[in-house]
């Protein structure tokens, strides 16, 4: 049974600093990525990782936030810096294999002074 499990949101001021964590078993993923959800607002992407560690971002995330994997472990982790309001979010792991796309339970990130 394929399970994901996020950790590490929270609050933060502008201009602080978070790191999520997204921790996967029960299968070996392709790709895996984070996502984001705002009140209102449809889920965007926010940066994806292959195995081999190739990285995509979104351009309002990029030089801010940094994806990366631990393979052996199966986790996935985004260090978000000069975090800004805008960045309040419900956030989303999620991880590809080869027939379907696996979904974490969601980590509030909330940005305010």
């Known amino acids: 049974q394929v399970q994901l499990v996020e950790s590490g949101g929270g609050l933060a001021q502008p201009g602080g600093s978070l790191r999520l964590s997204c921790a996967a078993s029960g299968n070996i993923f392709s790709d895996m990525g984070w996502y984001r959800q705002a009140p209102g607002k449809e889920r965007e992407l926010v940066a994806t990782i292959s195995r081999g560690g190739s990285t995509n971002y979104a351009d309002s995330v990029k030089g801010r936030f940094t994806i990366s994997r631990d393979n052996d472990k199966n986790t996935v982790y985004l260090q978000m810096n000069s975090l800004k309001p805008g960045d309040t979010a419900i956030y989303y792991c999620?991880?590809?294999?080869?027939?379907?796309?696996?979904w974490g339970q969601g980590t509030q990130v909330t940005v305010s002074s």
């Open positions: 999620d991880a590809k294999t080869s027939s379907r796309t696996y």
